[in-house]
């Protein structure tokens, strides 16, 4: 089974901050490697697919990066609305989510 | 519109069963792979099972392998999850989501789990 190591746990930020969050795979899924959104009560929402293409809709301060094992997501400049838990997911083989990291207030 | 409504959750006693629903609307159900994905509370994502459109191909996460199974009927739109042997750490809310390209790309809202005696 593919295991996803995702740092940190939890990020404290301001409105305007650049917010980086890093996933690393315990084997290649090649760029196999999505980034969801989840707000409390939600379902998370896809934001990035394939490693790095923007998901339809989604602002474009979000991208994402890396193939192999080590990727990275990135908000280039943080929103309100931003404030929220991400996962990143692998889908080389069948689908493991990282432990998500919790983007609050700072 | 594209619709997952999932139903069946609630409150089960340690050892016991539960069935859950995904209804599904808006979409050509049998053309989708669909899976079933849990949250305990407070922690994260942890997919669980995958059916595919014409339900020969199914796969299950270690965690519920012989406990859960998963089935569809595609004339009635619905995608069903059986759990039985239920523990304390089955406690989450289930998520249906139909699959594209590999990939859950919409999520019904959920419905919640409890196991406990």
């Known amino acids: 089974d593919i295991q996803m190591t995702q740092s940190p746990s939890t990020l404290s930020a301001s409105v305007g901050d650049r917010v980086t969050i890093t996933c690393r795979a315990s084997?290649?899924?090649?760029?196999?490697l999505a980034w969801y959104q989840q707000k409390p009560g939600k379902a998370p929402n896809l934001l990035i697919y394939?490693?790095?293409t923007l998901e339809t809709g989604v602002p474009s301060r979000f991208s994402g990066s890396g193939s192999g094992t080590e990727f990275t997501f990135t908000i280039s400049s943080l929103q309100p609305d931003d404030f929220a838990t991400y996962y990143c997911?692998?889908?080389?083989?069948?689908?493991?989510f990282g432990q998500g990291t919790k983007v609050e207030v700072k | 519109e594209v619709q997952l409504v999932e139903s069946g959750g609630g409150l089960a006693q340690p050892g016991g069963s539960l069935r859950l629903s995904c209804a599904a609307s808006?979409?050509?159900?049998?053309?989708?792979?669909m899976i079933w994905v849990r949250q305990a509370p407070g922690k994260g994502l942890e997919w669980l099972s995958y059916?595919?459109?014409?339900?020969?191909?199914?796969y299950y996460a270690d965690s519920v392998r012989g406990r859960f199974s998963i089935s569809r009927d595609n004339p009635q739109n619905s995608l069903y999850l059986q759990m039985n042997s239920l523990r304390a750490e089955d406690t989450a809310v289930y998520y249906c989501?139909?699959?594209?390209?590999?990939?859950?790309?919409?999520w019904g809202q959920g419905t919640l789990v409890t196991v406990s005696s």
């Open positions: 989501a139909r699959v594209v390209a590999q990939l859950p790309r919409f």
């Open positions: 808006g979409f050509i159900f049998s053309n989708y792979e």
């Open positions: 059916i595919s459109g014409n339900d020969n191909n199914v």
């Open positions: 084997q290649s899924i090649s760029s196999w």
């Open positions: 394939k490693a790095s």
């Open positions: 997911q692998q889908y080389n083989s069948l689908w493991t």
